[in-house]
């Protein structure tokens, strides 16, 4: 060993004791005659101190050639600071150098290993292995891994079996794009990465194991956003003989096992919240409940005065922003509107009207309302004096997801999104199927073996057209802060009733059969009643720490164009691998 | 919830009470106007009582209606059992069925559901999720699963962080041959699948995560033996500022955890024996110490007396078989010298030398050699009366080969391999380089960033290419029982020293670059020393329970051509994927 202690561990107790030290030069400070050194590893700081009067011309001379970086032991004896540093915990003590022995050099790093650095994002990336070297990146591996190891450690304790699942499976065209994976041994015929380990753990249930789970990869070949990335993790989950019900309260408790035991954080019981009411009061299926600003809904009130916008607008609905009214000025609101309007939000417009104090009301409708009609209107809201209510209209769907973006904003802007509360939230009962109009037909809103709830299972196998856009399935989203941690579903477990659903999704019987005959097949031999649930790993990272990037959780992650800039990866491969595959590359026009 | 217990749980303790149990039924007795029916879940067998007396005609109809696997819910009283059944913990109870509700149907298994089923081995993979619900089977996954807990555990407990590290990363032609990848977002490039997570845990060393692990599945594409998969699992480990030492006693440490945790054997404290030691005792870096049986070498014995086989062998080389004299007949011996002629090993012939009880002795070569003359052999042996030496002689290399061959096969014969003793040794002292005679280039005996150990380093540096061979290096196995467990290394921690190992293993400069300059690159920054070891845990498992093959703990294995037999995957995919891909299947003869 390297080392006797660690760079975090000595204390005054150690005082006097001869201790053996490895890590990193942090910095060094030169008075001539003496010289301080900061002694860098994973669990701390720890001063070096070499004296020109204790130590030897050519220890000291080593120690003045040391440069960032460099990777030196020493020996030395603990002892007490002159001038403690009360910022780290071993700001009491420091260590006579005897011995210095230099275990490798280094170049001066691209940017500097600190707190806040200088390097750019590429520029981290690519010198991954040093941004890691940073506290802050470091703290965050550690957190990944403090959270496995509490996830896994209750889910144990629940009686849960860890099942490793397959990676090298069958491409299914249906859902996100597959990355898939040539097979030499079988000519012509690919691999696919998978998705999620859907089918598997169904397939586990119909084995009687009862009880599964697994933290596992799971890959999408999809266009990249700044929070996705091509392999992402999953604490993926799944148990026979199970209702709705004893799913939410089996992962409440994991949730509540997991905020408590790693940031020490009692969460209250989550609340349930319907897609629908969700979708009326946020605009959004997954509400950040941290604030309220709900919803109103005015087509009563506002339709019918001679303002045309209004008059032919599907919906009227807005939002009360508590005590803004002084704070947005003219120009504010132009901006905020210009905001709206931009191509990613699409509004039309934006309507205001200020309940300012003295009970003058400002709006930019005045010329269609009387101040007594926008009054019963500030009542509906239960506005007071000193609010402002913003107002959207225009087609239904997507002016709740318009208000949706505006509330969202406007809770940024009056700081109701403390990264620190925490309010999960169950969003239930979503529809199973969602219509496509482009396509015309029917995508699975969570997926195609989520069943519907009992109650809609005959009328799904009967019935029509209409009929199938109002089914309710047994799905649910867990939401905190905003954010979809998990989503779930109780499973289809017959035969007949999933052949019907890949019937309404436009499979053929042969589609079917071909990608899914395993599954329905299994169904015939005694599958239980189950269902499950899926949390994205990565996301809960950053949630919990408040943070919006779950790239700052992933050790090496990769960039917006699925590259690995540290690696260079993906990257061309020898002929040899292609005439093995029997793979040629072509230019196909895309 | 569907059931109130499991069927494993109910104890004359819970007589009296009603309860709630759901599971597959295992299978009926019905005599008349009783019926008894087993109900199984993974926790146990639960036997359920049907009195025509005492229920409805309906529910004795519905009970008789039941076949094999049909999944079943029911509700009734735990009574005691009249006659008790003590070989099930369940034994002393049954249940009076008061409600029975069938969940799902089942048709008639293709195979027996039992301990001993009567399924080929294609047929249980096809239909693996009723494979998976035979006990033996699933035990298997519950074995796997305590042993991954119990390795996590014990690691977070000496302070490893696991880490994810990329699946999506870069071919590297060295080594075993990469499943690929193509990029869709990046035109004619593709990723590979890791072989192990090897360059990224040791750049978690360079960015001073200091003690990393993860239990994680690595890819291969080679041609597939009974006891390979493409995809497999290993528990991988690396940590800084250690030496070797630290390295075998650390992951002595978790061995013994897990003997000890998960099958409740005490491990003594593992023996050492170095490569060199291993290749003339057992002509093996993997062998099997549960017994003796070590070669003995006889140039000096047996050359020289015109027995021209000996005369001309570079090596003469035999075991010595306790107490077999009287147990091998001269048609046993035939067939075990047929056995050992076999292509697969491809001895010329088997020398024996039988030390009968009463002095007589007995041998192949008595022509050649007179009996005084094969009791100084004997002894050289320390043979007795009523032993048998086994001879081999040829090239010496080859020799030692067929030797251990021999050896494990008359240990298997003489009982000496019990399945219930394990006993580890680590190999250590490995070659670092081995000269591959058909190509005439090295070979990393264990892979490319294998330090050589510090004395060999200028040697390294600076010798010339008969000074290659003899490099040994900080490399080490652990072997349980004849089977490699595990194997790791020292790392090379420097620029130069790599570089030059890249030069001796025949990469260009442009190569090592292209492949591994980020490697290189980081060993500038202040590398520390570091070091590793993998387990392989499928093996792991399967050595814990004394069998051979690993496919019984992998819930969805594939089979010797790679296919999963279930999903039936690999599969041909759409025009469409492979157009977005820019690749054309061709036909390339191999």
Redesign the interface.
Known sequence: ???THTCGELRLEHVGQTVTL???VQRSRDKGFMMWLDL???YGITQLIFDENKSTKELFELARSLGR???V?IKGEVIERVSKNDKIPTGDIEIQVAELTV?????L?PFTIDDDTDGGDDLRMQ????D??RKPV?QN??F??NL??EA?KHL?GEGF???????????T?EGA??????????E??????PQSPQ??KQ??M?????KYFQIV?C?R?E??RADRQ??F?QIDCEMA???QE?ILNTFEGLTKHLFKSVINVTLADFPRMNYDEAMRLYGSDKPDIRFGMQFVELNDLAKGHGFGVFDNAELIVGICAEGQAANFSNKDIKKLTEWMQRPQIGAKGLVYIKLEEGGTIRSSIGKFYTDEQLKTWADKFGAKEGDMLLILSGEEEKTRKQLNELRLEMGNRMGLRDPKVFKPLWVVDFPLLEWDEDSERFHAMHHPFTSPKKADVDRMLSGDHETMKSLRADAYDLVINGVEIGGGSIRI??RALQSRNFDLLGFTKEEAEAQFG?LMG????????HGGIAFGFDRLCAVMNGVNSIRDF???P?NN????M?????????Q??L??????????K?
């Open positions: 060993m390297y080392r490895s890590g990193w860098r590893d994973r970086e460099f990777v032991q275990l490798n050099q280094s170049k790093p010198y991954r292995y040093l890691l070297r470091q591996i550690i990944r891994s496995a190891i896994r144990a079996i860890e099942v490793e699942t397959p990676f090298l499976i069958k491409s065209p794009r597959d990355f898939v994976v040539p097979s030499r041994m079988n012509g015929q690919f691999y696919a990465l089918t598997f397939l586990l119909v084995s009687g194991l009862d990869k890959f070949d266009d990249l091509p392999e993790t003989f199970v209702t004893d477990h017959d395993f299994a169904f015939e031999y005694g599958a239980p009643p992933i050790a090496f990769k164009q699925g590259r690995d540290m690696i260079d990866a993906p990257s061309i491969i020898d040899e691998q005439d093995e595959l029997r793979l040629r590359l072509v230019d196909i895309k």
